[in-house]
């Protein structure tokens, strides 16, 4: 990056690069209330298949939960399985950028995330270390307009229970306190640490990226290295701000002024953001681990770390917010690699969510990778109508699903070296261009640099899961289903290939959450 650039080239040329990807891992803050009308549309999840079978899912997160739903809305039979006491308590908010939303929208969750979520439109970068306000980014309404859907933030539990809820009542059994120990293919069964033998048509491995169901499909454990930071994250109620006239202010959701705050500085940041419909602020610290002593090597969200062994100390009003909650929850950071194969040679097994690719904790596309997993399978299986066609879906499912969560990923991962910019030439230029956009305003929003903005969010948040897997449906799986056809009726004649290549993605028409 030059190391001098005025705020309209760094606007259009460095930091298109760097705001962007900032944009794919922080923010509640990003994205605005659309006000275009409600989209009416049949549904693929009104679609039951002719075929329906048995699954197993190991994984009661919002991977095992989403797909449960999907599946019996596609009239399956589900059982998930976790080895958790009960459901999820994770602390903190969660992310819901517009190619989430318009898939929950679609499944019948408008009242819900009307009630729990909140949009979001823009943030205000501040300096970790002394306050001052860096400057703003802003997202342009009628460019969001295009991406299908509202961005919101809501509160982790609140998502979890969510579909936790609509599983149920779709017919799932969901049974905690089960621990998988092994995973078997021929036939389709997982055997239980109290001896428990479990049979299923199908097993989906939606246990995290220490999956068992994983090392059944590929034949060893995901390798994992630290990447060097964890993510502590809280949940504060703003009642108890009430006596911090400045801290209530700064947590309060201002519908007429719906930005969020993002502290940053030298290889660590703090995003928080309301939640609860604007009753709770929640907190997501990341800190690298050579700076926090005490605390070993435990990983997972049950992982109880007290305020005072971590290393706040940031500029006042920030230290007084993360001086409130008593405990965090701490989740590290690895890097890990992709799983080369999804599923078995049979089709009866078969990985998603973090068992198949790798996620962050507490960034931006987190929740929603695994939301497009759920809603691409649910989509593929309402297509069911014989044993055969099981290899074909899983494959088919891989084929859509590995390109887009590698490319995410790969934006997340380059997202925090732009966020946690060292003191330099590389800050001065983000900063500058923030600074831009604060002053700017809504001034000098014109077609060029709409279609901008337009050109780096619509791969991301302009995708449609569902469209993705009807449209390999029409290229591909319509094709099979003809050519098997032509073949039982004419055995002589020549049969088209299946083969699986790129697939179109089509961008939803705008749907609003507006009561």
């Given amino acids: 990056m030059k190391k001098a650039i005025n705020i309209h080239s760094s606007l259009h040329l460095n930091i298109s690069i760097s705001l962007y990807l900032l944009s794919l891992i922080l923010y509640p803050s990003l994205q605005s209330a659309l006000s275009v009308p409600w989209r009416t549309f049949m549904s693929s999840s009104k679609r039951r298949a002719s075929l329906g079978i048995d699954f197993i899912i190991v994984g009661a997160g919002i991977a095992g939960l989403a797909s449960a739903f999907r599946l019996c809305q596609a009239g399956h039979r589900v059982r998930v399985i976790d080895k958790a006491s009960g459901p999820n308590r994770r602390a903190g908010g969660t992310h819901l950028p517009p190619n989430a939303t318009k898939v929950l929208v679609d499944w019948g969750f408008k009242d819900e995330l009307l009630k729990h979520g909140l949009s979001t439109r823009a943030s205000t970068f501040i300096s970790i270390d002394t306050g001052k306000v860096i400057g703003c980014l802003e997202w342009k309404e009628d460019v969001l307009q295009e991406t299908g859907?509202?961005?919101?933030?809501?509160?982790?539990?609140?998502?979890?229970?969510?579909?936790?809820?609509a599983a149920v009542n779709a017919g799932a059994r969901i049974t905690y306190g089960a621990t998988v120990t092994k995973v078997h293919a021929n036939p389709p069964r997982v055997e239980l640490q109290d001896g428990t033998v479990l049979k299923a048509d199908m097993v989906i491995g939606a246990d995290g990226p220490?999956?068992?169901?994983?090392?059944?499909?590929?034949?060893?454990?995901?390798?994992?290295?630290?990447?060097?930071?964890?993510?502590?994250?809280?949940?504060?109620?703003?009642?108890?701000?009430?006596?911090?006239?400045?801290?209530?202010?700064?947590?309060?959701?201002?519908?007429?002024?719906?930005d969020y705050p993002i502290w940053t500085g030298d290889s660590r940041?703090?995003?928080?953001?309301?939640?609860?419909?604007?009753?709770?602020?929640?907190?997501?610290?990341?800190?690298?681990?050579?700076?926090?002593?005490?605390?070993?090597?435990?990983?997972?969200?049950?992982?109880?770390?007290?305020?005072?062994?971590?290393?706040?100390?940031?500029?006042?009003?920030?230290?007084?917010?993360?001086?409130?909650?008593?405990?965090?929850?701490?989740?590290?950071?690895f890097q890990r690699e992709c799983a080369e194969e999804w599923t078995d040679e049979s089709g009866r097994l078969l990985l998603m969510g973090e068992a198949a690719h790798p996620l962050y904790p507490c960034v931006l596309q987190s929740c929603s990778m695994q939301i497009e997993d759920a809603e691409v399978l649910g989509t593929l299986f309402s297509r069911l109508r014989a044993w055969d066609q099981l290899p074909h879906l899983t494959e088919a499912f891989q084929e859509l699903r590995e390109p887009r969560t590698r490319a995410i990923f790969a934006k997340e991962t380059k997202a925090f070296d732009t966020v946690w910019v060292a003191p330099g030439p590389q800050r001065?230029?983000?900063?500058?261009?923030?600074?831009?956009?604060?002053?700017?305003?809504?001034?000098?929003?014109?077609?060029?640099?709409?279609?901008?903005?337009?050109?780096?969010?619509?791969?991301?948040?302009?995708?449609?899961?569902?469209?993705?897997?009807?449209?390999?449906?029409?290229?591909?799986?319509?094709?099979?289903?003809?050519?098997?056809?032509?073949?039982?009726?004419?055995?002589?004649?020549?049969?088209?290939?299946?083969?699986?290549?790129?697939?179109?993605?089509?961008?939803?028409?705008?749907?609003?959450?507006r009561n």
């Avoid at 509202?150 to 229970?161: A, E, N, P, S, T």
């Avoid at 990983?299 to 409130?324: A, S, T, Y």
């Avoid at 903005?453 to 302009?462: A, K, L, S, T």
Wanted: with cysteine.
């Fill in 210 to 258: 220490r999956s068992t169901v994983r090392e059944a499909v590929v034949g060893w454990p995901c390798k994992e290295v630290p990447e060097g930071h964890s993510a502590y994250v809280a949940i504060i109620p703003r009642d108890v701000l009430q006596n911090d006239p400045e801290l209530s202010d700064l947590t309060r959701f201002h519908e007429d002024r719906p």
């Fill in 428 to 513: 001065d230029a983000r900063d500058q261009a923030l600074h831009g956009m604060l002053v700017e305003g809504h001034k000098g929003w014109d077609e060029t640099k709409m279609r901008w903005q337009w050109d780096e969010i619509c791969e991301v948040f302009g995708y449609n899961a569902r469209d993705a897997a009807e449209d390999w449906w029409v290229m591909w799986g319509m094709l099979r289903e003809r050519s098997i056809t032509r073949e039982e009726h004419c055995p002589s004649s020549y049969t088209v290939p299946f083969c699986m290549g790129a697939t179109v993605t089509h961008y939803a028409e705008p749907v609003v959450l």
């Fill in 149 to 165: 859907a509202d961005y919101l933030v809501i509160r982790y539990r609140d998502l979890y229970d969510m579909l936790y809820r």
């Fill in 269 to 333: 940041h703090v995003i928080a953001f309301t939640v609860a419909g604007g009753t709770e602020f929640a907190i997501h610290a990341f800190l690298p681990d050579s700076e926090v002593d005490g605390i070993g090597d435990q990983d997972g969200w049950d992982v109880i770390v007290p305020r005072e062994r971590l290393p706040f100390h940031f500029e006042p009003k920030l230290q007084r917010l993360l001086d409130i909650p008593a405990t965090y929850q701490r989740v590290r950071l």
